[in-house]
């Protein structure tokens, strides 16, 4: 290794870190991943199977704009790494039109985004008989083997059962000092995407991020079944592996770790009440035998991902009022930041759609120090929207 290699930590093994590291990847960026887990894809994105398809709203919106160039990216990155090959997953999802308010605000989105019939359509779902939007790139996938596969391709060093618990930014060399459970590491860029775990870490657990416990269903493939994912408020994965997947509950209050019975019930009568040509051939079943999973997003404030520069809050002037900041004439305010540290969580429910690209605006900002998508969408997802938000409301001391 000679003197100029830079070195790059990503602390979390999940479908974020995995997407940071092939942006540092396509850099050439020297990258050791870390995480207290013994492998990759151990927590959020460890489930059996999920779906993949845009966020959108009625008009263009930061976060739906986002959300389709996040969708767009993904697919390039499966075509050019032939991840079809190497991930099992099922193409096509419906995601149903059923009121008339959810019709008007997707069949609109379809003409405000300009989204063309090949990445989106209208048409009849044929269980519900119902108008839904048909995303013909859409997946059912395996989030394990997605993030894996990623990994393969970004080859970082791996330090697994190796727990971050504490950094530093020296300002002598602006190297960043990472105290972990197995030792000390030096680098040169620190990318945190410690998913809900992140408020461990009293540099970032500023951030109104919210731990959100989900539950999802694991139950044997039927016969027939649907051939696409179907998304119905909950959804219903396509079968892989022989397994299909019926998701997901959402409960931010109560988070315990062991699976719930009445919710495995509860996602099965909505299966059943809004699909029932699908599940009416599938005669008596007990839901509550089958396997579930209990797993945990990490959700922010407006629901939008954060990806960006790390803002430092313990350089910023608390005393000073940002309203009477603005009174003399400050337009704008210096954020200071930890230039090296970059951060992608808050994921929510659609970090598969969502990651890759998030994190390919992250490294880009930090390595090039520019901006590859619009300035909207990038603003959207900087941390600092909430430092601002936060330090208006004096929330922040
Ligand atoms: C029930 C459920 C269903 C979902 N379904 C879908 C879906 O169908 N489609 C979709 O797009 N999204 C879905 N999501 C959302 C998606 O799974 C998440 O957005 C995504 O997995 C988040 O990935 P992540 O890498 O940010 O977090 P995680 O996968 O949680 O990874 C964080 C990693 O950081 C590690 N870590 C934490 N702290 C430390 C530390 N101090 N040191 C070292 N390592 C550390 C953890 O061990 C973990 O491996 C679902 C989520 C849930 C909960």
Redesign the pocket.
Known sequence: MNNETKIAVV?????????ICFALKKRNIQTIL????LG????????P?????PFLTKHKLAESEFSLAAFQYFLSVWDEFHLKSFVPHVDGIYFLMDSEEAYDRYSNALKSHQIPTHVANEKLEPFSGLPAIFFPYGKSVS?VDL?KQILTISNPETKYS????SWEELESDSKIICQ??VGEIQCDYLFL??????A??PRSNWLPLKK?????LKFPEQNPTNAHGILYGD?I?SAINGYQ?L???FDEFKLEENPRPEESILLWEKLTSKLPKLSEKWGQQNPSLFPT??????QSQDRHPIAGKLPNISKLDLTVKYQNLLKVGKKHMEIPYYESVGI????????????LYAAEILVSSIFEGQNITSESIFKSLKPDRFLLRMWKREQLT
């Open positions: 602390v979390g093994a999940g479908i974020s870190g995995a997407s870390i995480d207290s887990e990759p894809a151990r927590h959020a994105s460890g489930n199977i999920g779906v993949i398809y989030p993030t190796c727990k971050l618990l972990t459970s995407s410690q998913g809900f775990q992140f461990r870490d959100v416990r989900g539950q999802i959804y994965t997947v998701g997901a509950t999973r209990v797993s945990y997003r990490t992608l969580n808050g994921l929510g429910s659609r970090g598969l759609t969502h990651a």
